[in-house]
């Protein structure tokens, strides 16, 4: 089974619609983030966390939020979707912030 | 100039070819350096860490030029399987999640 899983992996919807996307882990890593990546940008930081009272603002956080309803369960949540939120987003874990990051699969997510 | 900067490529090399990229990083003071490989549509994966003293992984080879404030990657005796994006990652020493660096990767590609 894979250590980071990400749901739904694919998700169209509208614009102005809530959606969730869900992280889980099985590597019992504190640290989790959330990476938005669209071609020719690179990998972006929406939100990090280092434990579940910890969660910090990465470098485009405007229009997402996030949960950490646990060590393993991290959650970003787009409160009403744009098209320019159209892109693949990643959750990762690591064991600290020097570390390898391990990542999930993946959701892409196109907002019509 | 941006923070972390690859050449976007693609390479395109033959089969059993050398192969040599670099990534450029302006923080001076930057600590942590990787290498990560990224297939078409999957997340990204870890290749390998880049150590002061340089270091090597079978075909892979990864060093750090402080002086010159660039990470190089070798691959020697390139296979189709090398074909992906590689994506350099650049974390500065006592910061944050939020300073962490991912270029936005080198195509290669492989041909026989």
């Known amino acids: 089974d894979a250590d980071v899983t990400q749901t739904p992996r694919n998700r169209i919807t509208k614009t102005g619609k809530r959606i969730m996307l869900e992280c889980s882990q099985t590597k019992g890593h504190d640290r989790m983030y959330w990476y938005r990546q669209d071609p020719g940008l690179g990998l972006r930081l929406i939100y990090y966390s280092f434990d579940v009272k910890d969660i910090n603002k990465g470098e485009i956080s405007d229009g997402y939020s996030v949960s950490r309803q646990a060590q393993a369960k991290f959650s970003l949540s787009l409160e009403s979707a744009i098209p320019n939120q159209t892109a693949l987003y990643f959750c990762?874990?690591?064991?600290?912030?020097?570390?390898?990051?391990?990542f999930g699969p993946g959701t892409r997510l196109t907002v019509l | 100039r941006k923070e972390v900067e690859q050449d976007p490529g693609p390479f395109n090399v033959p089969e059993g070819a050398t192969v040599a990229f670099n990534c450029t990083y302006s923080?001076?003071?930057?600590?942590?350096f990787f290498w990560y490989r990224q297939d078409c549509r999957k997340e990204p994966k870890l290749l390998m860490s880049v150590y002061s003293s340089g270091n090597e992984d079978g075909r892979f080879t990864a060093q750090l030029n402080r002086a010159s404030q660039y990470i190089s990657l070798l691959i020697r005796d390139s296979k189709l399987s090398d074909s992906a994006t590689y994506l350099c990652v650049v974390n500065p020493q006592g910061s944050s999640a939020s300073k962490i660096i991912f270029g936005s990767g080198t195509r290669l590609s492989i041909r026989p």
């Open positions: 923080n001076s003071a930057s600590q942590s």
């Open positions: 990762a874990t690591s064991e600290t912030t020097y570390n390898e990051q391990f």
